[in-house]
Structures are given as C-alpha cells and as structure tokens.
C-alpha cells in the first residue's frame, strides 16, 4: 500500500531537498511505496482559521497522511514552530499519525553526531508543548568547487535516518 508522506514546515527550511536527497538514495526502492507532499506553511500567529482552512483544503485535495515529517531548523525553538504544531494538530488527530520531528542543518553539530541537538533539546521542545513520535536530526548542506564536498558522509547518514522513519 502506497503511504503519504506529509513534509511539512516554514518556506526554505529545505523540505524540496529533503524528499530529492531521500528519493535519489540507492536503498530508497519506494517509488511505489511512498508519495510525498509538501506543505509550506507561513503562518502568522494570529492567523490560525484561515490557516486551517487553507491546510485542510490541501489534504483534502492532496491525501490524508500516514506519516508527517515536521521540518525545523536547528537553533533556537522558535514561536512559528509552536504555532505550527498547533496548527498541524487542528488536522492530524494526535498519537494516530506519527509525527517525526526532523531538526534541518545539524551539520553545525560540533560533534558531528547528527542528533545531539535534538537530544540536548528533547525537553525544551517537550515544554513547549512539541511532543513528537520522534526528534531526527538531518543536515543536507553541500559544499563548494573551492573546499568540496566535507558534508556528503552527513547527507548520506540524513537520508538513511530519514528512510529508517519512513515505515514507521
Ligand atoms: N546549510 C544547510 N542548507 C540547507 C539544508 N537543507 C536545505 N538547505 C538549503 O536551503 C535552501 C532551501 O531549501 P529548499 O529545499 O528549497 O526549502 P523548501 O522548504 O523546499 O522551501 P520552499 O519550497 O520555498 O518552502 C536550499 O538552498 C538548500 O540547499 C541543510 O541541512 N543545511
Ligand atoms: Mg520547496
């Protein structure tokens, strides 16, 4: 059976590249397994019934997901990603749909540990109310003619953590 998957996040904050860097993996096999959906949702936060419709309208259309992968980036956690939460959960009925939150740029891990962000911050998202499946930290940066390409072991380990969620 073919799943949805909702990629869902704020302008910019790399959800094309995500679902072209996944796509383009040798393990990915999923051509017939995965459809992807991508959500831009600028919202403002006093903005919430017209948001909601709008976000309602594109699953209508689009499909009802089976699983979303919520795009942030790593940094400070900030009001736009609560407000989409919020926003989100007016449509997918929480604990029925998994939800992973994937945490973008971490190649500014100074470990080199993809996830340690998310770790490190695990109880600051659960505060504010951001209580997900699961917390994966990704980082799809590339390099330049000038230094090549240090981030490509990184965008590797990305796409395999990404495909890992996929089934769940
Ligand atoms: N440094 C860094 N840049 C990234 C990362 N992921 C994506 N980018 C860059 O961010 C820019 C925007 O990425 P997109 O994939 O187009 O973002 P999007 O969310 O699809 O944007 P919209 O479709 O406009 O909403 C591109 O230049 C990407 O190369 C990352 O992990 N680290
Ligand atoms: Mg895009």
């Given at each position: 059976m073919v799943r949805n998957v909702l990629v869902f996040g704020?302008?910019?904050?790399g959800k094309t590249t995500l679902i072209r860097e996944v796509m383009s993996d040798?393990?990915?096999?999923g051509d017939n397994k995965y459809i992807f959906h991508e959500y831009t949702s600028d919202i403002?936060?006093?903005?919430k019934p017209k948001n909601t419709k709008q976000l309602k309208d594109f699953i209508k259309q689009s499909c009802t997901p089976d699983?979303?992968?919520?795009v942030v980036e790593r940094g400070r956690i900030l009001r736009h990603d609560i407000a989409n939460w919020n926003l989100l959960h007016t449509v997918i009925e929480k604990h029925k749909t998994p939800v992973i939150v994937i945490v973008n740029?971490?190649?500014?891990n100074s470990d080199g540990n993809l996830d340690s962000w998310c770790i490190d911050n695990t109880p600051t998202y659960h505060k504010s109310g951001?209580?997900?499946?699961k917390f994966v930290g990704i980082s799809f940066c590339y390099g330049n003619k000038f230094i090549g390409d240090p981030y490509s072991e990184l965008r590797c380990a990305s796409r395999k953590a990404l495909l890992s969620c996929l089934s769940l």
């Open positions: 704020v302008s910019g904050i040798p393990d990915y096999g403002e936060c006093d903005g699983i979303v992968l919520f740029h971490c190649e500014q951001i209580v997900p499946t």
